[in-house]
């Protein structure tokens, strides 16, 4: 363990880490999200999705800095009386798992189809990739409105709306898939033909094992670069979704779905419950879209340009 | 290139066949095309003998067939809200989206192409500077949300421009368009410019790097040792060549932003297919889902296609790698 440690203390990944300021930044602010997201229940003063703790009366009171603040509500409250802070709390909270679980989902796929396809060559390669290419030359956001609206359509509003938060992780998962797919096969290509693998061959080890064992840590370079974009673009994707009512519902908001709510009172003047969830989620993606920057500099100098 | 084409276009014919049998799917397992037809006040009896009358007990191959055929003469279906053929619905949708996409490109040109030359000429400068840690914000802001803060300044606080629909519009050969009256191009601006700003930053760089990569190759540097002045080195020996792969990625880009049209419809209340397309999922009107789904689905395998071929025709490159 401390020798690992040692050698991670040493390396050129965090050396170029602590230089780039920008890199520090953002990693902190990242943190300092996924703590305040994960502890939501913990730190936030109300709890935005019990019914009963809400009161009506206090729908759309500004930010407390503002002449008709109160006390209370740190960054105002939205139309049905919550608690701006806390359900920016909870959105971003929900926003983090849907990302995260989608990502998850879509590696997973895209992983497997990558590693047989780039692995076994011949027809099931250019099947799997066939299908990829297919998916691919459709935009992401288009598949993903596709997908939800046919499931919406399929289990009914009322369902889909208590189904939302695994639903959707499907629906990113599945439209962002390929992806993956065209990275880790690439990868595979290169790696398939070096010395190792045909060691690993003579030594009688089964294909399963290859791929996975052998074949599979040393494409991770490139899924750990894409990861982090695919992120945010999950996190993006989900925001969409919600804004267009295709994700969680009103009463369990996720940021998304609360700009959208917050956008039928823009007109009236209440800037606040469109504004702050708008800034959370430009913030998180954001730092996630630096840190990825950095990541692809750092781990593929030769990818590099402009 | 006869062969390449001719397996191009094969390819993108097995696209469509896919994207309309899961159309079909969907159609045939969610939909209900008596409900479509008659509506809900209709004793189960005589639904069961509609069915058997619209043929909706066959086996599912001999439905799909079938409506392959009524999709190839143009037949998608009726809409079960509009009480329309979904086609001619969607179609009177079209204008609208069309010229949304059509400013939002014209935009999207006329700043991106300057501003990534300059940026490329002028790499230190403080405005390329700006405009390069700008983008990557810009990449991270939804684009409803850049529409929604174009309302809030635009139309809520200043009061210059509209915030919604599409104005007054007028009738051209069939074609509704804002284009022509004053009040149909004001309400333009604001959805154009919030449907090109996703693409904005994005190009911005591609042209940027492109031009750069070209600014360094061996024939601009003999054509500065020319002593050709600075502007016909930049303008007509490195921006031509930097509009082979721009181009490329433009055509594919425009396919994008038809994605995209969704959302910003949806915040402008634009008329366009976008905002039917919302409003069908939520009124369960699947045969106008399908049928948006199926038409959307052709213009992007028809716009792939068509760049791809262009392409072909412009670098032999494409065309000998994709034959082996």
Request: charged residues 15%; positive net charge; proline residues 4%.
């Amino acid at each position: 363990m401390s020798r690992t440690w040692r050698r991670f203390t040493s390396s050129y990944f965090l050396y170029s880490f602590r230089r780039d300021w920008v890199a520090m930044s953002s990693f902190s602010v990242l943190l300092l999200f996924l703590a305040v997201g994960l502890a939501a229940p913990l730190i936030s003063p109300y709890n935005p999705w019990d019914a009963e703790s809400i009161d009506i009366m206090n729908s759309e009171i500004p930010p407390r800095w503002m002449a008709e603040g109160e006390e209370d509500f740190l960054l105002g409250t939205d139309v049905q009386g919550r608690d701006m802070f806390s359900t920016m709390l909870y959105g971003l909270r929900l926003s983090i798992v849907i990302g995260l679980g989608a990502v998850f989902l879509q590696a997973f796929v895209g992983i497997t189809v990558g590693l047989v396809a780039g692995y076994s060559g011949g027809k099931t390669d250019s099947i799997l990739m066939r299908i990829a290419d297919i998916q691919l030359s459709f935009p992401y956001l288009m598949v993903a409105i596709f997908i939800s609206a046919i499931f919406q359509v399929a289990f009914g509003i009322g369902r889909y709306e208590d189904l939302a938060v695994p639903l959707l992780i499907v629906i990113i998962g599945l439209a962002e898939w390929p992806v993956y797919a065209r990275t880790v096969r690439a990868a595979v290509m290169g790696e398939k033909n070096k010395e190792y693998v045909e060691a690993a061959r003579v030594i009688g080890l089964s294909g399963g094992k290859i791929m996975f064992r052998h074949v599979l840590p040393n494409t991770l370079t490139s899924v750990l670069v894409i990861s982090t974009i695919q992120v945010a673009n999950a996190v993006m994707s989900e925001a969409a979704l919600s804004f267009l009512g295709l994700g969680m519902p009103v009463t369990k908001p996720s940021l998304g779905s609360l700009i959208r709510s917050g956008f039928e009172y823009i007109f009236s003047g209440s800037w606040w419950i469109t504004f702050f969830p708008g800034i959370l989620l430009v913030v998180f993606v954001l730092v996630i879209n630096l840190l990825g920057d950095w990541l692809r500099d750092v781990l593929n100098p030769k990818l590099y340009k402009g | 290139m006869v062969a390449f084409i001719i397996r191009r276009i094969s390819q993108a014919i097995l696209v469509m066949l896919i994207i309309s049998l899961i159309g079909f799917t969907i159609k045939n397992k969610i939909g209900d095309p008596v409900r479509d037809m008659v509506g809900e006040r209709v004793t189960p009896a005589e639904r069961a003998q509609i069915r058997d009358r619209l043929g909706l007990n066959d086996p599912f191959l001999v439905q799909y067939v079938r409506f392959l055929k009524n999709a190839a003469r143009g037949d998608l279906g009726l809409s079960f809200f509009h009480k329309k053929p979904a086609l001619s619905v969607i179609l009177s949708k079209a204008p609208a989206t069309l010229e949304l996409v059509f400013c939002s490109a014209l935009i999207l040109i006329f700043v991106s192409l300057p501003v990534g030359i300059y940026t490329a000429i002028r790499p230190r400068n403080w405005f390329s500077r700006f405009t390069m840690s700008f983008s990557t914000l810009g990449v991270s802001i939804p684009v409803f949300l850049t529409a929604i803060m174009l309302i809030y300044v635009f139309s809520v606080e200043l009061n210059w421009l509209p915030s919604y629909g599409r104005g007054e519009t007028v009738r051209v050969c069939g074609w509704d368009s804002g284009l022509l009256t004053l009040d149909g191009l004001v309400h333009l601006i604001l959805p154009s410019f919030s449907l090109a700003s996703i693409m904005l930053p994005l190009f911005i760089r591609l042209i940027r790097s492109e031009m750069m990569e070209i600014l360094e190759t061996e024939y601009i540097k003999f054509a500065w040792a020319k002593g050709l002045t600075p502007r016909r080195v930049w303008l007509l020996h490195a921006f031509k060549n930097t509009l082979l792969p721009v181009i490329t990625v433009f055509g594919v880009q425009i396919g994008i932003m038809f994605a995209f049209t969704i959302l910003t419809e949806t915040v402008f209340q634009w008329q366009g297919m976008g905002f039917m397309f919302l409003e069908a999922v939520e009124r369960s009107d699947t045969s106008l889902l399908v049928a948006y789904l199926v038409v959307v689905g052709a213009i992007f395998v028809v716009v792939n296609t068509v760049v791809d071929i262009i392409y072909g025709l412009v670098n032999p490159m494409v065309r000998i790698t994709g034959r082996t």
